[in-house]
């Protein structure tokens, strides 16, 4: 059955579940709107948290960012013993070097402040790599990076290698070298990023008003893929377009705060602007 959301009688968005009649009701009018309804809670009852410990008999969802995706069997809470030694010796090496990873990619996450879904698509990647023998000889740290890089692609997330390379343990060299390793070994296709979508957090992060944004977003689009057809860097771009807008609006804003910002050179800036602008005949002031 759908969720009904408005009364039917009254148009009302005031719906009640009377779970002890099993009726869903409207409450400003009082149409029962459903009746027999099915109660998908559980059959016990708990008065607190202790009880509903002992008395649940599921466990969490199954995750990819555990190790053992959450399915493992709690050892008793009197057995110690029993709990350390299985520590020790209960670990293979791919899965201890596993559970390296998938903690490293939490760290990162975090860092980057990027979505759950993220994280758990980086993992199954992770294991995907695994499966197909492409760990060994590589450090764990650099693939993981490269990982939530290819992620963040797929997702259409902003984010730079460059950034990558700031919360990971690995210099940049490294991170990209593993990304390119990765892109011809499991055959991923990622299309280029787009320069608009680093504008809105390049824009927040200068503290640039929504009209620069917006008009930003516009000089990107009514460029055609100049700068992707042209083999621009997509942060570059949108730095200059920002820059662009910004002399448009009549607002200043410092070449070197944008290219800070963007990752990249004021000449950079100054070039794609200067391109941009010849492109599309702007004027600016």
Not at 223 to 235: D, L, N, Q, R, V
Request: hydrophobic residues 40%; aromatic residues 6%.
């Amino acid at each position: 059955m759908e969720r009904i959301r408005t009364c039917p009688e009254c148009g009302s968005k005031r719906i009640v579940m009377d779970p002890k009649h099993a009726e869903l009701y409207c409450a400003e009018c009082g149409a029962v709107l459903a009746e027999a309804l099915i109660d998908l809670g559980p059959e016990w009852r708990a008065y607190n948290p202790e009880q509903t410990a002992q008395r649940v008999r599921t466990g969490p969802p199954l995750s990819y960012r555990l190790h053992n995706k959450g399915l493992s069997t709690p050892i008793p809470k009197g057995l110690p013993q029993t709990f350390r030694l299985r520590g020790r010796i209960g670990l293979e090496g791919g899965e201890k070097t596993l559970i390296l990873a998938l903690g490293e990619l939490d760290r990162m996450a975090s860092a980057l402040k990027l979505p759950a879904d993220v994280r758990e698509e980086t993992a199954i990647l992770y294991r995907e790599a695994m499966r197909q023998n492409l760990i060994k000889g590589r450090s764990v740290e650099e693939l993981v990076s490269a990982m939530l890089y290819i992620t963040c692609r797929e997702y259409g997330i902003p984010r730079t290698l460059k950034e990558m390379a700031g919360v990971s343990k690995m210099p940049l060299k490294k991170i990209r070298r593993a990304y390119l390793f990765l892109i011809k070994e499991m055959g991923i296709k990622l299309a280029p990023a787009s320069p608009a979508r680093f504008i809105p957090r390049f824009c927040s992060m200068l503290g640039l008003s929504s009209t620069i944004r917006e008009r930003a977003i516009q000089i990107i689009r009514k460029s055609g893929g100049m700068g992707m057809a042209k083999g621009w860097s997509p942060t570059g771009t949108a730095g200059a377009a920002i820059y662009l807008a910004s002399r448009l609006s009549g607002e200043s804003v410092d070449e070197s705060s944008i290219a800070k910002v963007a990752g990249t050179t004021p000449i950079t800036i100054r070039a794609r602007y200067e391109e941009l602008q010849e492109r599309l005949q702007l004027t600016t002031y």
